[in-house]
């Protein structure tokens, strides 16, 4: 079975602060996905970064930085500088290698980023 | 390019009544996903196809729901009939064939129909 942790519930910054979202992931396959996704206020669920487990080196995308550790089962997420328009739902998710298809998603991190 | 589209956006109706979800995908995806967000449940899959066949139902509540994919460009979600149980936001989301055998390709969302059964 698969399990996505985001322990962050909610957390509050105030803008041009760095912010870090925590994902945790558990499964029993040695190839898998890992993704985030940004749902902002309006709803919409917005396709951030995808990542395989055979490359584990960390990206940057101007202000956003994902951090993967295959021996402590994370894929953190950093904003930097952050901003208003960074306030938003942010999820984690996992998908297999082979078998089903889903997304495993974790609950969601809400950030909210205060002017 | 457009991205996946659904429709409506909104649906407020009132239990016993039939439901009927949209989704247009993205031209030349071959793989379409049904999701439900709930704040109890989050995001978790109901259904995907893929090359318009229904592989994977097992998310899929119960009998009331219904899915179909009669072409590479159209898929619904049936709920009939509906009860306020099945409020929630229904996303769809779809995926290109992938480039390598078993190799996952990223999973595009639309932006969901909120829908609210009275």
């Known amino acids: 079975a698969q399990k996505v942790t985001q322990a962050q519930t909610e957390i509050s910054v105030v803008e041009k602060e760095d912010v870090t979202l925590d994902c945790v992931y558990e499964t029993r396959d040695t190839t898998y996905y890992l993704f985030w996704y940004k749902q902002p206020p309006s709803g919409e669920l917005v396709f951030l970064i995808r990542r395989n487990s055979f490359d584990e080196q960390n990206e940057i995308s101007g202000r956003y930085s994902w951090n993967f550790q295959k021996s402590t089962s994370s894929f953190n997420f950093t904003i930097t500088a952050s901003q208003v328009v960074d306030s938003a739902v942010y999820f984690c998710a996992l998908t297999q290698d082979t078998g089903r298809r889903a997304l495993t998603f974790g609950s969601g991190t809400r950030l909210q980023v205060q002017p | 390019d457009a991205g996946v589209i659904q429709s409506p956006r909104h649906e407020v109706t009132e239990m016993g009544q039939e439901v009927t979800l949209r989704c247009k995908p993205i031209s030349g995806h071959n793989s379409l996903f049904w999701y439900r967000q709930t704040m109890m449940r989050g995001l978790e899959l109901l259904i995907y196809f893929n090359n318009n066949v229904p592989i994977d139902d097992s998310g899929m509540p119960e009998d009331r729901f219904s899915a179909k994919m009669p072409n590479a460009s159209f898929s619904t979600l049936k709920i009939q009939p509906s009860e306020p149980r099945d409020s929630a936001v229904y996303f769809c989301?779809?995926?290109?064939?992938?480039?390598?055998?078993?190799?996952?390709?990223?999973?595009?969302f639309g932006p969901g129909t909120r829908l609210l059964v009275l």
């Open positions: 989301a779809s995926s290109s064939r992938p480039r390598l055998a078993g190799v996952r390709e990223t999973q595009y």
